[in-house]
């Protein structure tokens, strides 16, 4: 391990040891290659000239070890004043206080850049991989416009528009103090018009679902259910980018955004439930009609989807989403080492 005092990370809640075992980077189901943003002006070479001399000749492998013990994210944040600030913590995990930092070991400085370059880089990754998951979200525009409502449409897709690009340009943003700020405020936007939009399709699907079964009638079901999908999955991750682009850490803070999620998507879940089980009632029961009168009594495309929509709903506890900004908000805390080669090269596992 680096001696703190030839390299003072101690303040900045990580640590650079040195590798003597040999990873292979190429093998990119494991490792993926951290690309700092160009604007930022560093790179890991910064880093490599503040590794002593002696330990860097004593280590076979030229490889260092960069960890941080609470996350990559836990990065201080730049004050109008000079310095920068931190957040005080008390034994109970609360909120205690904050201070300014001053830095004033010019080796701290370099440190200091390296690692909230790398913490934005890290923060897009983490960012890139959440929003994949999101299957409404990454829907081509050409499958929204099929199903959104015209009166829907601008609203829903300039806030998907922005969200996306967002989450693409991540780490360029956070290096940006003004554009930051605008991005927060944009998103918190669009998460307050996703809860409208929740509400809206929601609406629209009671009325869909209360009315006569059929395959035409079945669609606009579906369309309704996929229109709460995507407002849904727009709340959760302008929530979890706001989280991202702050870096507010505070647990309280983070308990707080799931303890707004979890009533809105209960409530929301068990609306969709009470119409969906109304209009397979009634899909059912026309199948029971059709084979007491001898009639073909196969269900039409959309109603067999609708009738696995019922199962799959009623099958949830509570929506998957509400677990998956949990784990959104929780992995920037988790710990986590990046690896810097020699020729100033980072990595990360996967």
């Known amino acids: 391990m680096v001696d703190h005092e030839l390299f003072p990370t101690h303040n900045l809640n990580c640590e650079v040891t040195a590798s003597d075992i040999s990873y292979d980077f190429d093998d990119t189901s494991r490792f993926r290659k951290i690309e700092f943003p160009e604007q930022a002006g560093i790179t890991a070479n910064a880093l490599l000239q503040l590794v002593p001399a002696q330990l860097a000749a004593d280590t076979a492998s030229n490889l260092y070890v960069l960890r941080f013990p609470k996350g990559v994210q836990g990065v201080l944040m730049n004050l109008h004043q000079g310095g920068q600030s931190t957040t005080m913590i008390d034994a109970a ?155 507010n850490w505070n647990q309280s803070y983070l308990a707080n955004i799931s303890a707004d ?19 397979s009632d009634r899909i059912n029961k026309d199948l029971e009609s059709k084979k007491k009168s001898l009639l073909k009594s196969d269900v039409s495309q959309s109603e067999h989807k609708v009738l696995k929509l019922y199962d799959t709903l009623n099958s949830q506890s509570e929506t998957p989403l509400l677990a998956f900004i949990e784990e959104a908000l929780d992995k920037p805390s988790e710990p986590s080492e990046l690896y810097l080669r020699s020729d100033g090269s980072v990595y990360q596992k996967n």
């Open 261 to 279: 999620a979890k009533p809105l998507f209960a409530l929301t879940q068990n609306r969709m439930i009470s119409a969906i089980t109304k209009f």
């Open 93 to 247: 995990g609360n909120f205690a206080g904050s201070a300014s930092l001053y830095k004033v070991n010019p080796a701290a400085v370099a440190a200091f850049q390296m690692f909230s370059v790398a913490s934005f880089a890290t923060g897009q990754y983490f960012l890139a991989d959440i929003s994949s998951k999101l299957t409404e979200v990454n829907r081509k525009l050409d499958d929204l416009l099929a199903f959104l409502q015209a009166s829907k449409r601008t609203e829903l897709l300039s806030e998907l528009t922005f969200v996306k690009y967002a989450l693409a340009n991540y780490a360029t943003i956070m290096l940006s103090e003004p554009q930051r700020m605008a991005t927060i405020g944009n998103l918190q936007r669009a998460k307050i018009k996703a809860v409208a939009d929740i509400e809206f399709y929601t609406e629209q699907l009671e009325s869909s679902a209360a009315a006569k079964s059929n395959e035409n009638q079945a669609k606009i079901v579906l369309q309704n259910k996929q229109g709460i999908d995507l407002a849904s999955q727009l709340y959760a991750i302008s929530t979890i980018m706001e989280a991202y682009y702050s870096q």
